[in-house]
C-alpha cells in the first residue's frame, strides 16, 4: 500500500465542471485543511471561465494540457 500524505495538502484538479462537478467542488471545499484545489478542465469555454474566476485555479480546455502543465509545475 501507498503510505499516508500527512505533510502537506493533497492537491485536485476536477475535469468536467457540469452539474455534478458541485458535489466534488462543495466536497474540495468543505475539506480544505487537506485537500487543495489545483486546477479544472472543461470544453465549454463559459462554463470553464465561470469556474476559473470562481476558484482561482489555472483553468484548461483539453485534459491532456492540464496534466502536461501541471506536471510541469510540481517539478
Excluded at 505533510?7 to 468543505?30: L, N, T, W
Aim: proline share 1%.
Amino acid at each position: 500500500m501507498y503510505e499516508a500524505i500527512t505533510d502537506r495538502k493533497i492537491r485536485m484538479a476536477v475535469v468536467g465542471c457540469g452539474r455534478i462537478a458541485k458535489g466534488h467542488f462543495g466536497s474540495i471545499e468543505k475539506h480544505a485543511d487537506h485537500i487543495e484545489l489545483s486546477a479544472i478542465c472543461d470544453v465549454n469555454a463559459d462554463v470553464l471561465e465561470q469556474h476559473r474566476e470562481k476558484y482561482q485555479v489555472p483553468a484548461y480546455k483539453s485534459l491532456e494540457v492540464m496534466l502536461e502543465q501541471e506536471m510541469k509545475s510540481q517539478w
